[in-house]
């Protein structure tokens, strides 16, 4: 939040005629009068992942263990121990665990991580399981083979050898759970260019691939693109899927949130992609993306990470990109936007701050 001014600076403001909201407004201003929501997690929360646990709010974020922090009502973020103690015997033991989906399946709380591996290069990953009796203790790894790993790895033969013999094998990263009815499902991405979002049928206890799938190509691609496309959350409302995805570089400030929508669960050859959120439209954050999509009580909210400075709250610029320094510069902040449906599009209809506070959407720039 704008640190407090004192009531003589605000008043000399005003007689030079700065701009007011230097004098406490729930919105940020940059020199340039642009204007941009307030995290609601102002951490380090690259890629959320966001569970309610009755009125508490649990997240998980990319890190070397998966970082992990929650919140009760009324009080401040508090982080928690990393939600790994160990990695799985087949994964590489260094290199930072991507993109985590946290949820509650039966009885269990069920991790789905992505984590390096060898044989597929350096920054190769698979997809692994872990479960705990509650979301803020250490999760255990199940399994002897990964859930989700091309056949290229140096791993015993994973679940979901991911059969694309026509896109590039440098790995599987950003699974998200997606349940119906009493169906479980996992969306993931196969890395590289092109890249693609594939949908995996899971078992009852969402940790293996559901019982009479083809075992040698159990899961089905939904959206192929020639760039980068991945983070994907699903949705259905109204009778319609609405597929979420990030998509550019995710270390530069052109990242952006994009969504399609289809009356079919694997048909989505008609869909068409359209921006929720990038730059502009947020009033300047700095690749508004890495979205997952929360409904509770009735509302639906998306959680996003942007980049901000180290030591406040504000967008890094324009020109910002993480490989160049890597996070010496900036980190990601968790962002929640409510959305609504307004002719069955999806929509920003407010911001929540930290403090839960809504704020205005920013008109775009």
């Known amino acids: 939040m704008p640190r407090p001014v004192p009531r003589l600076a605000c008043v000399l ?9 230097l004098c406490g407004t729930t919105a940020r201003a ?28 649990v997240v998980v974020a990319t890190g070397p263990q998966i970082s992990r922090a929650y919140k009760d009502p009324g009080r401040t973020w508090r ?18 665990i991507w993109a985590a989906d946290i949820a509650k399946v039966g009885r269990r709380w069920v991790l789905y991580f992505a984590v390096p591996v060898a044989g597929l290069g350096d920054f190769g990953r698979c997809i692994g ?25 140096l791993v015993p033969t994973a679940q979901d050898p991911v059969a694309t013999p026509d896109l590039p094998s440098r790995g599987v990263i950003d699974p998200s759970l997606y349940t119906e009815g009493k169906q479980h499902y996992l969306l993931y ?20 691939v559901r019982t009479g799938q083809d075992p040698a190509n159990p899961s089905v691609e939904l959206v192929r693109s020639e760039g ?3 983070n994907p959350a699903l949705l259905r409302r109204s009778g319609s899927y609405y597929l979420f995805a990030s998509e550019g570089d995710f270390a530069r400030c052109s990242y952006h949130q994009t969504w399609r929508q289809s009356t079919s669960l694997t048909d989505w050859t008609a869909a068409v992609p359209a921006v929720l959120l990038d730059s502009a439209v947020t009033g300047g954050l700095c690749g508004p993306a890495g979205g997952d999509v929360l409904r509770h009580k009735g509302r639906t909210t998306l959680y996003f990470h942007g980049w ?40 920003v209809k407010k911001y929540v701050t930290r403090k839960g506070v809504p704020t205005r959407v920013p008109a775009p720039y």
């Not at 982080?79 to 994964?91: D, E, G, K």
């Not at 590289?192 to 078992?203: A, D, F, K």
Request: proline share 10%.
């Open 13 to 21: 403001a005003v007689l030079a005629g700065l701009v007011l909201t």
């Open 30 to 57: 940059d020199d340039r009068g642009e204007r941009y929501p307030e995290p609601f997690f102002n951490g380090n929360v690259g890629d959320p992942s966001v569970a309610m646990v009755g009125k508490r709010m």
């Open 79 to 96: 982080y928690q121990q990393p939600v790994l103690t160990r990695r799985p015997a087949w994964a590489v033991g260094e290199g930072g």
């Open 129 to 153: 399981v872990a479960v705990a009796k509650r979301p803020l203790d250490a999760f255990r790894p199940v399994g002897k083979r990964p859930l989700v790993c091309p056949s290229a790895a």
């Open 189 to 208: 991405k196969t890395d590289g260019r092109p890249s693609s979002i594939r949908l995996l049928p899971l078992s009852k206890s969402g940790r293996r």
């Open 228 to 230: 980068v496309i991945e």
């Open 308 to 347: 901000v400075r180290l030591h406040s709250s504000k967008p890094k610029g324009a020109d910002y990109w993480a490989w160049n320094g890597g996070e010496r510069f900036g980190r990601r902040a968790m962002y929640a936007a409510r959305l609504s449906f307004p002719a069955g599009v999806p929509t």
